[in-house]
C-alpha cells in the first residue's frame, strides 16, 4: 500500500471512531447503556477494533 492509500484507511477508521463515540455517548446520555446493555457492549467492541486497527495502519504506515 502506498502512504496515501494508508492515510485513506486511517481518515476512514477515525471517522468511524468519532461515531461509535457519538453513539456510545447518547447510549449513555439516554440510559439506553443500561437497557441494551448487549447492544452497548457491542459498540464498545466497534470501538476497539476501530482503534486498533487505526493503530497497526499507523504503525504500517510509519514502516513503509
Known amino acids: 500500500m502506498t502512504n496515501d492509500e ?3 484507511v486511517i481518515d476512514k477508521l477515525q ?3 468519532t461515531e461509535t463515540q457519538g453513539t456510545l455517548k447518547r447510549f449513555e446520555e439516554t440510559g439506553m447503556d443500561r437497557h441494551m446493555q448487549e447492544d452497548y457492549s457491542k459498540l464498545l467492541d466497534v470501538l476497539d477494533a476501530a482503534i ?4 497497526e495502519y499507523t504503525q504500517r504506515m510509519l514502516v513503509n
Open 15 to 17: 471517522l468511524l471512531i
Open 52 to 55: 486498533k486497527q487505526q493503530r
Open 6 to 8: 494508508y492515510q485513506h
